[in-house]
């Protein structure tokens, strides 16, 4: 697994930030739509995908520069906040990361949540998600969030100023699986669509949720990858689809993967919806094949449909890869629908 990025008073990172999907993410059209005050530092590089950094030395025409949200000194009442459009879903928790502020950081934070179609407005009722929490200076603050509904905003209220260096909103995508067409082939496994990776043995290189992210990968570290493997077997990695159904057609994609690409792949399923997270394991004797072990190339999009076999309605999936590697994209079309 990933280490937890430094900060001197980071937490232990929980299950839920790997095993659910970050729904503040710009490529899952997530945005910064308002804000009260980001004098400091721009309020969009909250959701910055990449860690923030801290760059001795460095100021711009405000003060010093920083990799997050920072709000001027607040010599009035109130507070600061600021507002995002999130990925529709369910939130099982957060983290607000504070890393490289130290002594300007906001001493308490609170979460409201709103669901709307288009933006919230002057009218919008806000639903407090989380209340107002302690925070601490340059710390990742893991937070799990009991709550079965969903969301299409967050407000993030800061008390009463100061900054933040990126808020990660960590759920399951919401998709209206009523409102698509009769027959329309679509990707169960897809993050857009509620898909999330469960597990890995390793992801050193990319994090496992990349392989269900959208669109095409932007480079090689847009992908999930293994380090070198140096012992007998091979690496996998374990999807829960969004929805369960039967695997009709599988794209493996390696593009940027040149020469560290896997040499073969196979796929596994089986049906186990209502199975906790944590008891799905790549030794269980469920799994049927889905796809037999077959050949990989090096930055290459690869169809395989004739060679897919039926093993039925699937909730899980497990990817091996042989011996090791960097795999772009997994696409899982298929069929939904009962019969």
């Known amino acids: 697994m990933n280490s937890l990025p430094s900060g001197a008073g980071a937490s232990a990172r929980p299950e839920f930030a790997d ?8 490529r899952l059209g997530a945005a910064v739509i308002a804000v009260t005050d980001d004098f400091f530092a721009a309020a969009e590089r909250l959701i910055n995908p990449e860690p923030p950094i801290f760059v001795p030395g460095k100021y711009d025409d405000h003060g010093k520069w ?9 010599r009035t009442p109130g507070h600061d906040h600021c507002v995002l459009r999130i990925c529709p879903g369910t939130i099982r928790g957060v983290d607000i990361d504070t890393s490289h502020f130290t002594g300007n950081y906001p001493p308490e934070a609170s979460l409201d949540a709103c669901r709307v179609i288009g933006d919230p407005d002057d009218g919008t009722e806000w639903q407090e998600l989380l209340p107002r929490t302690h925070l601490a200076g340059d710390s990742h603050h893991f937070i799990a969030i009991d709550d079965e509904r969903i969301w299409t905003h967050l407000r993030l209220n800061i008390y009463p100023d100061g900054g933040v260096a990126r808020l990660r909103v960590y759920g399951t995508a919401h998709r209206d699986w009523g409102e698509i067409p009769e027959g329309e082939t679509v990707d169960l496994a897809a993050m857009r669509n509620g898909g999330r990776a469960l597990a890995c043995n390793d992801m050193h290189f990319g994090h496992m949720s990349n392989l269900i992210a959208p669109g095409h990968p932007v480079n090689m570290g847009d992908g999930w990858e293994t380090r070198r493997r140096r012992t007998p077997g091979n690496d ?15 794209q493996v994609d390696t593009a940027y993967f040149k020469g560290n690409y896997p040499a073969r792949c196979a796929l596994h399923g089986a049906l186990l919806p209502d199975r906790a997270d944590a008891d799905v394991t790549a030794e269980g004797d469920y799994w049927q094949p889905i796809l037999p072990e077959v050949p990989l190339g090096p ?18 999936v497990r990817l091996d890869i042989f011996p090791d590697g960097g795999v772009g994209r997994l696409r899982l079309f298929g069929d939904w629908r009962e019969l």
């Open 19 to 26: 095993r659910y999907v970050d729904l503040a993410q710009p």
């Open 236 to 250: 996998w990695v374990i999807l829960r689809l969004a929805r369960p159904g039967t695997i009709r057609r599988v």
């Open 299 to 316: 930055d290459h999009m690869h169809e395989f449909e004739d060679e897919v076999l039926d093993a039925g309605r699937v909730s899980h």
């Open 66 to 74: 920083m990799d997050g949200w920072e709000s001027r000194r607040k």
